[in-house]
């Protein structure tokens, strides 16, 4: 048995998620009152009761979330937060402690993963083995949040109002990385790497080592922006292109090929909107004017990275 697992923090989020939609649907001021609401609702009811309902039902929630976010019944209304005043006085007095609930959910992690989960009596445990390491930043999120409202004495509802208000005004973006999570990991499972393989290699000139190089970590990139995940990215751009040609083909080190070539799917998050939470988040949160912003001042720095990994590649892959 174990105590903490994730199904207890997915009851958690389930219910934030709900509070979230329950305070969209009872604010008559807000822009998308009711999608927002209907959005939040069924995302909530995903993390609640999804392993309940069969896939099917879930995969039109999913659906339901798409035709939302696409026809912009989701967002936020601007709410007034604290006068700079209020902020400067809460700074003065709390200084350095500010950082400390940030500091726990990493430290909760490390001492979850490390001692937290050899803890038991019996053969009951206090977290789950199978899943520590999430389930520990999980624990260090709730503790981070309390820790937060013992220092800053503010009302229990708060962390609510609070990140309700945050995320409405991230919106759809928050959900996208897992989306493309999925959608990458169901391209492994229908062989889109063998199709990927076939079109190489009666497109290019793979017998030749650099062409293969190239080829590996510009697909990489490219997949990358196009799933806003190297993560998804790797398995499909791996097995199509990286085994057949660079390893069976010219004998190349798979581990090099995997770090340089997780590199080169990095570049290519650098680039695209599609990876939301690292490019579009950020400027919403900064309120941008340009929300490409983020975009445009990492172009130049991945460009030369994607130069950098072929370069790379090519010098330590066939040593």
């Known amino acids: 048995m174990k105590l903490l697992n994730l199904e207890v923090f997915y009851v958690v989020a389930g219910t934030f998620l709900l509070l979230v939609a329950i305070r969209a649907a009872l604010d008559r001021t807000h822009p998308t009152r ?42 936020g209304k601007r709410e007034p ?32 993963t490390l001692l937290l989960s050899k803890l038991h009596l019996g053969d009951v445990w206090l977290l789950d083995s199978a899943n520590v390491t999430v389930t520990s930043v999980c624990l260090g999120a709730l503790v981070a949040a309390a820790t937060g409202l013992r220092l800053t004495r503010a009302p229990l509802m708060t962390p609510v109002a609070e990140g309700s208000r945050l995320l409405q005004t991230i919106g759809w973006a928050i959900i996208l990385p897992q989306f493309l999570a999925a959608l990458g990991g169901i391209f492994a499972k229908a062989g889109v790497g063998a199709v990927v393989a076939d079109l190489v290699a009666h497109a290019l ?53 995997a ?29 941008l004017r340009d929300p490409y912003g983020v975009i445009r001042a990492q172009w130049p720095t991945a460009l030369a990275m994607i130069v950098a990994n072929i370069v790379l590649m090519s010098v330590f892959l066939f040593g």
């Not at 959005?39 to 069969?54: S, T």
């Open 81 to 112: 937060g604290p006068s700079p005043a209020e902020r400067t006085a809460s700074a003065v007095r709390l200084r350095n402690g500010l950082f400390i609930p940030a500091l726990l959910i990493p430290a909760t992690a490390v001492v979850g």
């Open 205 to 257: 000139p793979t017998q030749f080592p650099f062409v293969a190089v190239l080829t590996y970590c510009a697909g990489m990139a490219l997949f990358t922006m196009c799933m806003g995940n190297a993560f998804a990215a790797f398995p499909v751009i791996t097995l199509g292109i990286g085994l057949p040609f660079i390893v069976q083909l010219h004998g190349g080190n798979p581990a090099i090929m």
């Open 259 to 287: 770090a340089i070539g997780m590199l080169s799917g990095y570049c290519g998050t650098l680039l695209t909107p599609m990876a939301a939470n690292f490019n579009i988040v950020p400027a919403r949160l900064l309120e």
């Open 34 to 75: 009711w999608g927002s609401a209907l959005f939040w609702g069924l995302l909530a009811l995903v993390f609640l009761v999804g392993k309940e309902l069969p896939p099917v039902v879930i995969g039109y929630f999913l659906l339901a979330l798409v035709v939302l976010a696409a026809t912009k019944q989701v967002g």
